[in-house]
Nanobody
């Protein structure tokens, strides 16, 4: 089992910034990918960004240049710095952990944290 604890989120005006964090604990496979997904009302959950245990990152086109993901492998923590926020960034943001070995696979989700961008 892997537990994910999210923090951050809240209400911010357009153009503002927020920082999300997610800490993983438990039986963590060393080869893994951690990331953030989001789900707006009436829409499907979508990938925002992810980072591998080796530091390779991927961003959705809609957040490139505005969001930055980072990780601390020693603490099994990822951070998401969100700048120049837009109303369309409003959603529940979910932390995700995917771990791999040659014979096993892990896929866990955090409880979600609300991000609201509004004036």
């Amino acid at each position: 089992q892997v537990q994910l604890v999210e923090s951050g989120g809240g209400l911010v005006q357009p153009g503002g910034s927020l920082r999300l964090s997610c800490a993983a604990s438990g039986n963590i496979f060393s080869m893994n990918v951690m990331g953030w997904y989001r789900q707006a009302p009436g829409k499907e959950r979508e990938l925002v960004t992810q980072i591998t245990s080796g530091g390779i990152t991927h961003y959705a086109d809609s957040v490139k240049g505005r969001f930055t993901i980072s990780r601390d492998n020693a603490k099994n923590t990822i951070n998401l710095q969100m700048n120049s926020l837009k109303p369309e960034d409003t959603a529940v943001y979910y932390c995700n952990f995917k771990g791999y070995t040659s014979s096993a696979y892990q896929d866990y989700w955090g409880q979600g944290t609300q991000v609201t961008v509004s004036s």
